[in-house]
């Protein structure tokens, strides 16, 4: 099937000043690379600082003004120029974001779903909307400062699935949320993708990601190190880079065994392998060449030596 | 509502404290001063012919000597009567003179107070939107110039171009000089105004201005409006949906703070166009040592200006939708 999304050797780079008027560029992505099918969720998983959110910024072409953007981005099968991109965000490419501060504080929440418009069958749809959410018909008449944080997320939700996408973006939506809450969350966006969307969901959390996603795709220091299906996540075995192997056994159920170091900030990226100053199997060459992103065993991975079982 | 009225008289309580403050300290502050009551009542050359005995009289009829605590509590009784004594230089009671003085004072400075404001939060609204481009920075240079530029000198200059050079409008005063008062038509209060009100609201607009910038380009780089620009809606229905929303609240406050600035600029603007207004009355009070008059002058605009203050706080527990809920949610 055609991807509805398909995004190619995406950077993003931002212009900065920094001692006076010496100028600089800072790259942030660095040839990302993911494609979602209809129906499908990807997860983005990624730690604070490797670049998620501005994936999502650059889809929507609301990146800040001192940033540059490379690589191409195709929207089902066509390039996603900003002319097309103002045509179709908010009604085909949805964003759902964070949280309530997202929100106009000082509009309620019902005009704020329904973008302003009054008309009788927006106004009714809206209600339609927070009722699949569980939310009860006076959330129309709150201001966002009224609502409970769980209530929040739904009406972000609410705001995008008011048009029809195809396209939602998903960007870290569960932060705050108590485990149960959490998955009811998770639980809608799986719910958009069964009825055809697809969903890109940006998150932090691989323990969550995995109970919707069926695929994943790893960032480390703002490029993909690898793309996998949700299964491979069953055992390290099925895995390809040692930064997912990483992931894999931090998670508590796994052992709860973190990595020492830390992810290099944009700025000071290594020349070579990005994660080779933190790579168990770390070879010379891995600190001079910059591995590239390749297929292998069904999935993608940044590693020349993908695959090797850690002991 | 009783939270409402709770927060207002509780206000209205410090109002008086503040009062009070403000008028034991100017109280002290004139009894620290090297005038002489009984030099500045009687005139010099009259105290000069007097003999000891007259003196001692005069003073003890004045209370000279009685003790700092017992004369301001003795102002203070009659002042809780709205009876500050006499003007010294009027030669009549103080309340009138400023009743007259603020009469003639209040539509100019209504008229900048109002000219300021929805000229500021104009070009506020403007330069934030036009953040870094040319309208920006022109509007920018403007407030950092006037900002910079004290009132009298641009009343100075104003008066210079516009009455000077080209005698569009009069020198100075309320009315035509030499004329009666019932010939006086509004078209020569309005020309003789003018100048005055224009030179207050271009001294407030750059304070306004600059602050609504500051409050514009906080929205525009918020969360809410970035949400907006990916929900497809366009720059110009964000700044009239979103942004103005959001600047109201900080407008209110400045609108309402910039009370004090107004009358402060109003006492400079005042003495250069020689405008029989309060700000006048006080400079003059002040360099004739009408102490009544001065003291008076200080605790009314003290009290105006605190109303101002006053009613933004009222304000804004009616416009804003988390003080207005908010607190009837928790009481």
């Known amino acids: ?311 | 509502m009783k939270h409402r009225l709770q927060f207002a008289g509780k206000k209205l309580l410090r109002m008086a404290l503040l009062l009070l403050g403000v008028s034991l300290v100017a109280f002290l502050l004139m009894s620290l001063s090297p005038l002489d009551p009984l030099q500045t009542n009687m005139g010099q050359a009259a105290l000069g012919s007097m003999s000891e005995e007259q003196i001692q009289r005069l003073e003890e009829y004045w209370g000279v000597n009685e003790p700092l605590p017992q004369r301001y509590l003795g102002w203070l009784s009659d002042a809780l009567r709205l009876d500050f004594g006499t003007s010294l230089l009027y030669r009549q009671p103080v309340m009138e003179v400023i009743g007259q003085r603020l009469a003639s004072s209040l539509g100019l400075m209504v008229t900048a107070w109002v000219l300021s404001g929805v000229l500021g939060v104009t070009l506020g609204l403007l330069a934030g939107a036009t953040r870094g481009r040319l309208p920006d920075r022109l509007i920018r240079g403007y407030c950092l110039v006037i900002s910079s530029t004290p009132a009298f000198w641009l009343a100075l200059l104003l008066l210079m171009i516009f009455s000077v050079w080209l005698g569009w409008l009069p020198i100075g005063l309320a009315v035509p000089i030499g004329m009666e008062a019932s010939q006086v038509t509004w078209q020569d209060l309005l020309s003789h105004a003018i100048l005055p009100a224009v030179t207050l609201s271009i001294t407030g607009v750059a304070n306004i201005a600059l602050h609504t910038r500051e409050k514009v380009v906080d929205v525009l780089d918020s969360d809410y409006v970035l949400f907006a620009r990916a929900r497809g809606e366009s720059g110009r229905a964000i700044l009239l949906r979103h942004g103005l929303r959001n600047i109201l609240l900080p407008a209110i406050t400045l609108q309402f703070t910039s009370i004090s600035e107004i009358i402060g600029g109003s006492v400079l603007v005042e003495q250069v166009f020689s405008y029989p207004g309060l700000g006048q009355a006080a400079v003059t009070a002040g360099l004739g040592s009408d102490l009544p008059l001065l003291l008076g002058i200080t605790v009314v605009t003290a009290a105006i200006v605190f109303l101002g203050s006053l009613s933004a706080d009222l304000l804004y527990g009616a416009v804003d939708p988390r003080i207005r809920r908010g607190v009837a949610r928790h009481s």
């Open chain 1, 1 to 311: 099937m055609e991807p509805i999304l398909d995004v190619e050797g995406l950077s993003i780079s931002f212009r900065q000043y920094d001692r006076g008027a010496h100028q600089r560029t800072l790259p942030v992505i660095h040839d990302l690379s993911l494609s979602i099918a209809p129906g499908q969720v990807v997860a983005v998983v990624g730690s604070s600082g490797s670049g998620k959110s501005l994936l999502a910024h650059a889809l929507l072409d609301i990146l800040p003004a001192n940033s540059a953007r490379e690589g191409v981005i195709r929207y089902r099968g066509e390039p996603l120029t900003p002319a097309r991109t103002a045509a179709l965000r908010g009604t085909e490419i949805v964003l759902v974001p964070q949280g309530v501060t997202y929100l106009d504080p000082l509009m309620k929440v019902g005009p704020q779903i329904c973008k302003g418009r009054r008309e009788g069958r927006v106004r009714e749809a809206c209600r339609a909307v927070l009722a699949r959410y569980g939310l009860p018909p006076d959330t129309e008449e709150r201001y966002p400062f009224e609502l409970s944080g769980g209530m929040a997320r739904r009406v972000l939700i609410s705001t995008a699935v008011m048009e029809s996408p195809r396209l939602v973006i998903a960007d870290e939506p569960t932060p705050g949320l108590d485990a149960r809450a959490a998955g009811r969350i998770l639980g809608h966006f799986r719910e958009l993708a069964d009825g055809g969307a697809g969903v890109l969901l940006i998150t932090h959390d691989l323990e969550l990601a995995l109970t919707i996603a069926d695929r994943v795709a790893v960032l480390y220091a703002g490029e993909t190190v690898e793309e996998a299906a949700a299964a491979d996540f069953t055992t390290p075995g099925g895995l390809r880079h040692p930064y997912t192997r990483a992931l894999w056994a931090a998670l508590p159920q796994n052992g709860f065994r973190p990595i020492p170091g830390s992810q290099p900030a944009p700025g000071e990226i290594p020349t070579g392998c990005r994660f080779a100053p933190r790579c168990p199997r770390c070879r010379g060459d891995c600190q001079e060449t910059h591995p590239a992103y390749r297929s292998f065993r069904g999935g993608m991975v940044r590693c020349d030596f993908p695959g090797e079982v850690m002991e």
